[in-house]
């Protein structure tokens, strides 16, 4: 594509949530020392909510990297799962054999010994739900009865809950209110700032291979974080789409023209722009010289 016009190995701004261009703001580098904190307190859950794309599951990825071997680790990207599937699931993630042709009774024997096993040799036993707020209420309660699994000195495992803030509202239901109770530590994950998303397109663009100047220029970056409100996804999918366009043109300067047509492309960007118009578009294109600038710059 245009990764050898802009001089890149590989694409900067790809939606998968590849650890290797995860961004350590002040945002991100904090999320991530609070989950590390927590893991390794080894009590209750722990509870991580932002907005759709402000980066959750590449957190989590990271998260999960970042803890060191004493840790034994299960990653459910499914939520929706009920009661005996979950059980299915950390049943394989945690290599319990012949998993799948045990009764539901003797499939939670021989996973509770496998965390026992685990404990034994000095393991600590993490997992990590992703996008928890679509999982049945039935199903978290089936996951807090098996946090209830310890030895003298400690749990047999620990739960690390990551989900849209409609997850919040989720956890207020009645019949999980003891597993409410047990959160210990929780962090909201918000937008980047202007600043910082200028930092986050550099830091991509560097890990991605880019070692010359400047790709995106001053107005196009304040036009990419007021289009996408600093949410990591939405300047990805902008970014991507405007070089695209620098590249089609035979440019290696993405201008605020590139980024506004990408907004036009994108529904996300394109009602956001709709919504800010006015008065708040007025003033920013002024702030600059103006719509001609915009479209021509």
């Not at 694409?11 to 961004?23: H, I, K, Y």
Request: aromatic letters at 8%.
């Amino acid at each position: 594509m245009y990764e050898t016009h802009f001089g890149l190995r590989e694409p900067p701004f790809g939606l998968t949530p590849d650890t290797s261009f995860f961004f350590a703001c002040s945002t991100y580098q904090e999320a991530l020392n609070t989950l590390l904190v927590a893991a390794r307190s080894g009590e209750g859950f722990i509870k991580v909510t932002g907005e759709v794309g402000t980066g959750k599951t590449l957190l989590a990825r990271k998260f999960l990297a970042s803890l060191g071997s004493q840790f034994v680790t299960a990653y459910i990207p499914n939520p929706y799962l009920d009661p005996d599937a979950l059980l299915q699931a950390l049943a394989d993630e945690f290599r319990v054999q012949r998993a799948a042709d045990l009764t539901q009774n003797r499939l939670l024997r021989e996973l509770t010994l496998k965390l026992l096993e685990h404990a034994r040799a000095g393991k600590r036993v993490l997992v990590c739900l992703d996008e928890a707020q679509a999982m049945p209420l039935k199903t978290l309660e089936a996951l807090r009865l098996l946090t209830n699994l310890e030895t003298e000195k400690r749990k047999l495992v620990q739960v690390v809950l990551f989900g849209q803030p409609e997850l919040d509202e989720h956890l207020q239901d009645r019949s999980v209110r003891q597993l409410r109770q047990r959160i210990t530590f929780q962090y909201q994950l918000k937008g980047l700032g202007p600043e910082e998303t200028h930092l986050y397109l550099h830091h991509r663009l560097r890990v991605a291979g880019h070692r010359g100047g400047r790709v995106f220029t001053a107005f196009a970056v304040r036009l990419l974080y007021w289009l996408s409100g600093g949410v990591p996804r939405l300047i990805n999918i902008l970014a991507h789409k405007s070089m695209m366009l620098a590249y089609g043109e035979g440019t290696r300067l993405v201008g605020a023209r590139h980024v506004y047509r990408s907004a036009l492309d994108t529904p996300a960007a394109a009602r956001g722009l709709l919504r800010r118009t006015w008065p708040v578009a007025t003033g920013v294109l002024l702030s600059i010289g103006g719509l001609t600038w915009v479209l021509f710059r």
